[in-house]
């Protein structure tokens, strides 16, 4: 089945560096897109990133630009999210998403708070 796994959250000072992992199984994240969301209590969960199947082509959301990087290894199987210089309003549960034969996959999110 397909599954993902998001991990590498925690507490960042503002400035701090973080690297979010997505684990996928059941499929290879090479042959499918991928996108990294975040949601914050009480507000809509928001696009931050995506990944063609290629790795080729990648997008972000304005307020990241510059900041985080998306990127994958397809020997790991695995999506990342690179985020640098973080900033307060960083702060969110992370999710990883998937589209594999037309279906939309999501892993169960890791926690980044960035505080100081």
Known sequence: QVQLVESG???VQPGGSLR???AASGFTVS????WWYRQTP???REFVASISNTGGN???RDSVKGRFTISSDN???TVYLQMNSLKPEDTAVYYCRA???NTFYWGQGTQVTVSS
């Open 42 to 44: 009480g507000k809509e």
């Open 75 to 77: 020997a790991k199987n």
């Open 58 to 60: 990648t997008d972000y």
């Open 31 to 34: 042959s499918y897109p991928m």
């Open 99 to 101: 589209l594999v034969l």
């Open 9 to 11: 959250g925690g507490l």
């Open 20 to 22: 979010l992992f997505c």
